[in-house]
């Protein structure tokens, strides 16, 4: 499951918003969620050095399709989720 949303991330995130704002070197942007015990992604939190980073994070995030819950002694439960998202922009 992380490996296809890594993917997804790296297909869609847009890198390119870094040097738009004229940002420099790596950046990191960590983001949560939370898998809701039906499958959606809800409780999106993000931290980054600028706010349109957080707000790309968040919206890359919502294009995740619903998943299967987890599941606890076979009953839906929900899972909380950290996702690091790391970049390099280059001068």
């Known amino acids: 499951m992380s490996t296809k949303i890594n993917q997804l991330v790296a297909r869609k995130f847009d890198t390119d918003l870094g040097q738009e704002l004229g940002l420099s070197g790596k950046q990191k942007i960590s ?29 890359v995030v919502g294009l995740i399709p ?4 987890g ?20 001068d």
């Open 31 to 59: 983001v949560f969620f939370t898998i809701d015990k039906v499958g959606n992604i809800v409780n999106v939190k993000t931290r980054a050095t600028h706010p349109k980073l957080e707000q790309e994070a968040k919206r």
């Open 66 to 69: 619903q998943m299967k819950p």
């Open 71 to 90: 599941k606890q002694r076979g009953k839906p439960v929900k899972v909380t989720f950290f996702l690091p998202i790391t970049f390099n922009i280059q």
